[in-house]
């Protein structure tokens, strides 16, 4: 039996492996994002779909370790003095709009016929957002570190804090069969997680840092990855037991362990776990969703999802914008937050057991929330597609206009700044254009001129004085607009020298049967005086390795010739190898 149901346990898991190794990647091939790619997987497994897994809510509450190990590494980089200059944020953005939210979306639930407490428990859960589906998308898109994405973030520890009140309140819902707690008990239960929080406090500013050092000198890898677990769990389970959120238990000795030297290193050992558990965890809100409670009360339901994301949405917008956010910025947070989250649950089954709502409640409400969560990535690709990029600013920004010189450099990054060096250390009168304001901007307070225009259309090349130039260098990181530029130079100024820096070795080819008169790889000198040093290292004299070097320009200069028509290469150029000069 214990054989069978071993071999039963490792079907599920295979299962579940083979479930995300095939919808990830296929979703993220078509944009859809990893998240909804795990909820899929979920879905298609589970009961309603091919029935291979029946999850009885074990595996969800497992698989939120991933979203407790998620917490502890945004903890990790977020230092405590960091933490307190978010604390506006924290405290100020998170209870306006957890107030807000909570109000109108109770209205909602009124609206609907419900009572006043079952609205409120409905509502208040519902202004829960999912910690692990915002933070996985905005890890996704670089944005945590983002000014953005960290209001974003102080709002979701904020509502991880709500919990605690949040379960306090409905216990005094409970009705009179429902013995609720007397006020000793509810005292009691403050005081305890009051101490939990002290005592993780004091753990992580007197004991963390000597454990690791202790540890760190055994020099056994697999123990400091144990001990990085031990702090993770540890302090997950002591915020659970205190009735707080694990998540904000793991977030906290993050923070505590941010200043410590050993932070990368614990980063490292709980970056694999994380990434599986959290993976897991939306393929458990997959698996939990109940097609037939869907089924059974579609209307509600439906409605239920579109009003209450709706309302939540718009709140969070308002407030943003309120509290001096910019529009973009107000409607990608109220996208991204407009979901109910995993703590919904914690608190509909409080509310469950408490008699504060019913079987029939507890199951529609758990169904919206799922339903919300899975629609958010959705929400968010049809945002990103059908959105308006916002336009840059040209406030202190000139439009390039009969610019003067002997020389034009289009696109001014890093490439642009070191070629400018040589013809401004020659005498030479240069000028300057590139169609990012902001490098504009940052070019001016180092005192270079640098005009607004891309260089990619003929009408800003003409505008910019092209037929008066005796030479362009081309420094856009943009393979086609280099290529596009080059067609421009010669349709309207031909007798001006085109130099172009190449995006790679095909880029090259293409830019040579264009014509361009210097082509430049932007990678090869690099590489070639990295490969140089490699063999002095290995013992070589001088003259030795440039030798090998020589050897290898050749080489490769032989084989460019041949992937370009008419065999243009001779001499110096065969020498040079990274470059093509066009012949006269």
Not at 37 to 65: K, M, S
Not at 112 to 127: I, T
Not at 292 to 319: E, Q, T
Not at 490 to 498: A, E, L, M, N, R
């Amino acid at each position: 039996m214990a054989a069978d149901m071993g071999g039963g346990g490792l079907v599920q898991v295979l299962t579940l492996l083979g479930a995300a190794v095939v919808a990830v990647p296929l979703f993220r091939k078509l944009g859809l994002g990893s998240v909804l790619g795990y909820l899929a997987a979920g879905l298609a497994i589970g009961p309603f779909g091919l029935g291979l897994i029946r999850d009885d809510g074990t595996l969800l509450h497992v698989a939120e370790l991933g979203v407790v190990m998620f917490l502890f590494v945004i903890g990790l980089e977020m230092r405590p003095s960091h933490l307190w200059g978010l604390r506006r944020q924290i405290f100020g953005l998170g209870s306006v709009q957890i107030l807000v939210c909570g109000l109108l979306l109770t209205g909602v639930g009124r609206a609907f016929g419900f009572s006043l407490p079952v609205s409120f428990v409905s509502a208040m859960g519902f202004v829960l957002t999912s910690t692990a589906v915002v933070v996985q998308i905005l890890g996704e898109r670089g944005d945590i570190a983002q000014p953005a994405g960290q209001k974003v973030v102080s709002v979701l520890l904020f509502e991880d804090l709500m919990i605690v009140p949040l379960l306090l309140i409905v216990a005094f819902l409970a009705p009179a069969g429902a013995a609720p707690r007397e006020a000793g008990e509810v005292f009691k239960s403050i005081g305890i997680a009051a101490g939990a929080l002290a005592a993780l406090i004091a753990a992580g500013l007197w004991l963390l840092n000597p454990l690791f050092r202790i540890l760190a000198r055994a020099q056994a890898r697999e123990v400091m990855t144990a001990a990085a677990l031990l702090v993770v769990l540890g302090a997950a389970v002591l915020m659970e037991k205190s009735h707080l959120s694990m998540a904000m238990g793991a977030f906290m000795a993050g923070v505590l362990l941010s200043e410590s030297s050993f932070r990368h290193q614990l980063e490292a050992d709980i970056e694999p776990f994380r990434g599986l558990l959290l993976g897991l965890f939306f393929l458990a809100v997959g698996l939990s969703l109940r097609l037939d409670v869907v089924l059974a009360n579609w209307p509600l339901i439906c409605a239920g999802v579109i009003a209450m994301m709706a309302v939540k949405g718009l709140c969070i917008y308002a407030v943003a914008r309120v509290l001096r956010s910019s529009r973009a910025e107000a409607l990608d947070r109220a996208i991204l937050m407009a979901q109910g989250g995993e703590f919904a649950f914690v608190l509909y089954q409080a509310a469950n057991q408490g008699q504060v709502i019913n079987d029939q409640v507890n199951a529609n409400m758990t169904a919206i929330i799922v339903l919300s969560m899975v629609l958010t990535p959705l929400v968010v690709l049809l945002h990103a597609r059908l959105a308006r990029k916002p336009r840059p600013s040209l406030d202190g920004v000139e439009p390039a206009q009969d610019l003067k010189g002997c020389a034009l450099i289009v696109g001014f990054g890093r490439v642009g700044q070191i070629a400018s060096q040589g013809l401004l250390a020659s005498g030479a009168e240069i000028s300057i254009i590139d169609h990012d304001p902001e490098v504009i901007r940052n070019a001016e307070k180092y005192g270079f001129k640098v005009y607004y225009g891309d260089g990619a259309r003929g009408d800003v090349l003409r505008a910019a004085g092209l037929e008066h130039m005796r030479a362009i260098l081309v420094c856009v990181d943009d393979k086609d607009a280099a290529t596009r530029i080059v067609e421009n130079v010669h349709d309207i100024s031909p007798q001006t020298k085109v130099l172009v820096r190449a995006w790679d070795r095909e880029h090259a080819v293409a830019l040579v049967k264009q014509d361009a008169d210097y082509v430049v790889r932007e990678t090869f000198e690099s590489a070639m005086l990295l490969g140089r040093e490699a063999v002095r290292a290995l013992g070589a004299s001088d003259p030795e390795a440039d030798a090998y070097m020589q050897e290898v320009r050749r080489r490769d200069a032989e084989r460019f010739a041949l992937e370009t028509t008419g065999g243009i290469f001779a001499g110096r150029d065969l020498i040079l190898g990274n470059m093509a000069k066009k012949q006269p």
